[in-house]
């Protein structure tokens, strides 16, 4: 009935956090705020994107390169820039680490009292902003341990079990949210005319199997023969179709739905991969794993690795428990 719509209406973001914790204790209010910031920085950034084709100053790149040695998007930098901004106010963060920045970010006016510490890629996929793809931000919190006073951040250097929070934002053809505070994995719609993330799934599920594997064969030959016997593999079988789209959010969120696997092999010139484990495997190892998947090195858990530096890198095999299996078959088997 009616009452029912209005209920859903109502069951915004923070407010959902707060049922989660079924408790008003600071932890409680502390993440219910948290994800509130987090939400307004996905406002803020879907926002700006779908202003990207009409305004200037959105589109294209700075002309800088990153510590990756990437070329820097402007995207890249607003969204960075959003989520300082953003939390600077939230009194609750001291410290905030980040693809786009060498070292982490130090809020003064929230250090000491701001006790956790928010770890995130801005906007992941960036090359797909100017071709109006989608795109993702990937977020990850943790408590700060100690004062960090010589500005090395070493309490981050900690397995991502020690999160606190995790998820990511999808800007698509709408802007969803999907967290996990570890009691299940909740996906939130942006209504753009109330300004709020309302619920849409409760508990998600990700299927024990599903037809897509999903990623990048043009560098077959730079992996090892385990992952090209893999691919050979699901090239014979009716059982898989290929799905990638050059942004992972888009991609694993479609396996999280509809079960698959998500893969970022190492090569042999460069074994870790390319994507970063505190603030991109981490953090989507921790939703996968409690929507019931597995996210794994190939030969350890993501969610088991201690990181020896903040842009420590990992390869990635994510998704369904059978799917992630039978990558993991040929590697362990070292075809
Ligand atoms: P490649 C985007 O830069 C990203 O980090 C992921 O979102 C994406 O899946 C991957 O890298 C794309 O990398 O090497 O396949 O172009």
Not at 156 to 175: F, H, V
Not at 198 to 214: D, F, K, M, Q, W
Not at 249 to 274: M, N
Request: glycine letters at 10%; charged letters at 20%.
């Amino acid at each position: 009935g009616g009452d029912r719509a209005l209920d859903r209406d109502c069951t915004t973001l923070s407010r959902h956090v707060l049922q989660q914790c079924q408790s008003f204790a600071a932890e409680a209010q502390d993440l219910s705020a948290l994800m509130n910031r987090i939400a307004l920085a996905g406002k803020l950034i879907a926002r700006h994107m779908s202003h990207a084709g009409l305004m200037e100053g959105v589109l294209g790149f700075t002309g800088d390169v990153n510590v990756q040695g990437e070329s820097v998007k402007k995207m890249d930098v607003y969204a960075n820039d959003v989520f300082i901004a953003v939390f600077k106010q939230s009194g609750l963060v001291c410290r905030l680490a980040s693809e786009e920045m060498d070292k982490p970010y130090y809020i003064p006016e929230n250090c000491p009292i701001g006790r956790y510490t928010l770890l995130y890629d801005p906007i992941d996929g960036s090359s797909n902003t100017d071709i109006n793809l989608s795109l993702g931000s990937i977020f990850s919190i943790r408590r700060q341990e100690g004062d960090d006073t010589d500005g090395k951040a070493l309490d981050l250097l900690t397995n991502g079990r020690n999160q606190i929070a995790a998820g990511y934002i999808l800007y698509g053809p709408s802007t969803m949210l999907v967290y996990t505070i570890g009691k299940g994995v909740h996906s939130f719609t942006l209504d753009p005319s109330l300004g709020e993330f309302i619920l849409t799934e409760e508990n998600i599920r990700i299927p024990n199997h599903g037809a897509v594997y999903s990623v990048n064969e043009g560098n077959f030959w730079q992996w090892e023969e385990s992952y090209r016997e893999y691919i050979r593999y699901v090239h014979r079988t009716e059982d898989y179709t290929a799905r990638y789209s050059g942004a992972m959010v888009s991609d694993i969120h479609r396996v999280l739905i509809q079960g698959g696997v998500f893969l970022y092999p190492g090569t042999i010139q460069k074994p870790e991969g390319k994507l970063r484990l505190l603030y991109e495997t981490a953090p989507l190892a921790y939703v996968i794993e409690q929507a019931g998947g597995r996210a794994t090195t190939g030969l350890v858990d993501i969610l088991d690795v201690v990181p020896k530096k903040l842009h420590q890198r990992t390869p990635l095999i994510i998704g369904s428990r059978e799917d992630v299996a039978k990558v993991e078959s040929f590697i362990q088997n070292g075809h």
